[in-house]
């Protein structure tokens, strides 16, 4: 079965920057399309950003929030998603999580529940 395991959160100060990963098993990993989500407590999960699988052209896709500061990227050789996160913000406090699908519409890539499978989410804490 698809399995997705994020890591990579963690305390970092304003203005700092992390890296997190993404590591795929149980799936043909160049024909997905990965998205990474995050969520705050009250609010709803949001998409953040998305790297389209092998039929998409590997194209990238970013919220405003978070577009200039954020970069996401996949090795798929290592079946492995990446989004490294600079200048990062008190508001990018979350869990954040990522997701796979193969049959994603370019439309639905920002609904959450249009995506199949989920990690179970890595903790990224912004503060002094």
């Known amino acids: 079965q698809v399995q997705l395991v994020e890591s990579g959160g963690g305390l970092v100060p304003p203005g700092g920057s992390l890296r997190l990963s993404c590591k795929a098993s149980?799936?043909?990993?160049?024909?997905?399309?990965i998205g990474w989500f995050r969520q705050s407590p009250g609010n709803e999960r949001e998409f953040i950003a998305g790297?389209?699988?092998?039929?998409?052209?590997?194209?990238?896709h970013y919220a405003d929030s978070v577009k200039g500061r954020f970069t996401v990227s996949r090795d798929n050789a290592e079946k492995t998603a990446y989004l490294q996160m600079n200048g990062l913000k008190a508001e990018d406090t979350a869990v954040y999580y990522c997701?796979?699908?193969?049959?994603?519409?370019?439309?639905?890539?920002?609904?959450?529940?249009?995506?199949?499978?989920w990690g179970q989410g890595t903790q990224v804490t912004v503060s002094s």
């Open positions: 997701a796979a699908d193969r049959q994603l519409i370019l439309s639905s890539l920002r609904t959450p529940s249009q995506w199949d499978h």
């Open positions: 149980g799936l043909t990993f160049n024909t997905y399309h």
């Open positions: 790297i389209r699988g092998s039929s998409g052209g590997y194209s990238k």
